[in-house]
């Protein structure tokens, strides 16, 4: 299994910029992918979250109504559009893959199986 993140970059305030997660190597439907987030210093934090059967989606609170998941399941791709980026919002953004998933977002990076390697969202004037 492999998860190739990209998109990142550098935007200012109130910009948008949308990530790709693409995914190869599995075969079951009952997967979800989820964006993980990481700052200088911080823990990483779970974003977003998208089923793949059925596009059902999840959103941490400091997301919510900014950023937007959603999937090309013929392409195995995952998208987050983020708009609205504060400066708050920088660090480098990860995808993962949930290969027991049910409903939800499971918020422990541990509970992921496959991660891609991260790219960097920088929000900055």
């Known amino acids: 299994v492999q998860l190739q993140a990209s998109g990142g970059g550098l935007v200012q305030p109130g910009g948008s910029l949308r990530l790709s997660c693409a995914v190869s190597?599995?075969?079951?439907?009952?997967?979800?992918v989820a964006w993980f987030r990481q700052a200088p210093g911080k823990e990483r934090e779970g974003v977003s979250c998208i089923g793949r059967i059925d596009g059902n989606t999840a959103y941490a609170d400091s997301v919510k109504g900014r950023f937007t998941t959603s999937r090309d399941n013929a392409k195995n791709t995952v998208y987050l559009q983020m708009n609205s980026l504060k400066p708050e919002d920088t660090a480098v953004y990860y995808c993962a893959l949930d290969l027991n998933w049910s409903e939800g977002m499971k918020s422990d990076y541990l509970e992921y199986d496959y991660w891609g390697q991260g790219t960097l969202v920088t929000v900055s004037s």
């Open positions: 190597g599995f075969t079951s439907d009952y997967v979800a």
